[in-house]
């Protein structure tokens, strides 16, 4: 999905030819309906911002806790801007089957978090609406106009009675966007060491370094298993893993070292075919950047010649 770049906010640019600020002392005390976001880390921003309170259960809170620390979004807030996050998620809105949230094309104002039922994502493509994705209880949708700040890259309409809770932009801007703007400048530089993503443009990178996910895993672990589905592909961080290929006219593996700064997984995604190989971790702990398929589909297409034409390394 291309985003045209002068749809992208300027307001970093904006913000950063503004006189330093001292950061006021903040009373981190809590006023019910009333969280300065002063106390949370964003005492630079032009306005102070009083995200919405709305109370919930402890059972919507730790459902919605759940959902969020899943997400690759939200799973680098500190508990305190998780925790105001949280409160600002209004909901549940109960919706029937066939219900449209979201039309593609318009402007956006919330993202939603699905706690039951299921959407289809459509897109028009070449002329017909078409199902490029199911989002699921645990899932997220509406992220994107609110990231690059774009309209609606996708509609977004429910397949079942379903249910939903909805994070407003400006909550988005103030709290997670700040977290989001630190998760892209410590990738960036793990990937800019990786060839694929070396020359990429910024924008696109930033894209990408939106969908990671860190992972970590012990000695010994099989990250990836020959012949399952594949449904993530992997940058390392840190570490090494070893890959191993056996055939049946082969019994002895053929073994490949991916090393920090490589990636692997790739296969299995571009070819649409099982995994080729197993992968296990070889050092003490390996440190990984996953990616889901569906962003690998959506994000990579520029990187798949260079992701082919590699895969001859493997002999
Ligand atoms: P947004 O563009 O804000 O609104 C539509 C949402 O559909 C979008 O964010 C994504 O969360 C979701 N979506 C799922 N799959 C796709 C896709 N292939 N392209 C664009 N949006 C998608
Ligand atoms: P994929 O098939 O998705 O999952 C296993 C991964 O191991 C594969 O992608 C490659 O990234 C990697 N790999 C390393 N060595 C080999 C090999 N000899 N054959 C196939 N894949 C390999």
Not at 132 to 149: H, Q, T
Not at 158 to 185: C, H, P, Y
Not at 236 to 242: D, Q
Not at 288 to 314: I, K, N, T, V
Request: aromatic fraction near 6%.
């Amino acid at each position: 999905m291309a985003i045209p770049e002068h749809l992208i906010s300027e307001d970093e640019d904006d913000d950063a030819e503004e006189e330093p600020v001292t950061p006021p002392k903040v009373n981190l005390t809590r006023h019910r309906g009333s969280i300065s976001a002063e106390a949370f880390g964003v005492w630079n921003k032009r306005e102070a911002f009083t995200p919405p309170v709305y109370p919930k259960t402890p059972e919507q809170t730790a459902e919605l806790t759940s959902v969020l620390s899943r997400s690759f979004l939200f799973h680098t807030l500190d508990m305190k801007c998780m925790q105001v996050v949280l409160l600002a998620m209004k909901g549940p809105l109960v919706l029937e089957a066939g219900h449209r949230l979201i039309q593609e094309g318009h402007s956006g104002e919330h993202l939603y978090v699905v706690t039951e039922g299921s959407f289809d994502c459509i897109k028009v493509i070449n002329g017909a609406e078409m199902v490029v994705k199911v989002c699921v209880k645990g899932d997220l949708f509406g992220e994107l106009a609110l990231l690059y700040n774009c309209p609606r890259a996708a509609s977004v309409q429910s397949r079942e009675a379903s249910v939903v809770w909805e994070l407003d932009r400006g909550t988005f801007n103030n709290i997670v966007m700040e977290a989001v703007q630190r998760k892209r400048d410590q990738c960036s530089e793990v990937l800019r060491k990786v060839a694929i993503f070396a020359n990429m443009p910024r924008t696109e990178l930033e894209r990408i370094i939106d969908v990671l996910k860190e992972e970590t895993y012990p000695q010994g672990t099989v990250i990836i298993r020959q012949g399952d589905l594949g449904e993530h592909f992997y940058v390392i961080h840190e570490g090494e893993v070893m890959a191993s290929k056996q055939t049946p006219d082969h019994p002895e593996p053929t073994t490949f070292v991916h090393k920090a700064g490589d990636y692997f997984g790739e296969l299995a995604l571009l070819r649409d075919a099982p995994r080729a190989a197993s992968v296990v971790a070889t050092s003490p702990e390996v440190r990984l950047l996953s990616m889901d398929r569906a962003s690998f589909r959506r994000l990579m297409g520029p990187a798949e010649e260079f992701l082919q034409l590699h895969a001859a390394r493997y002999g």
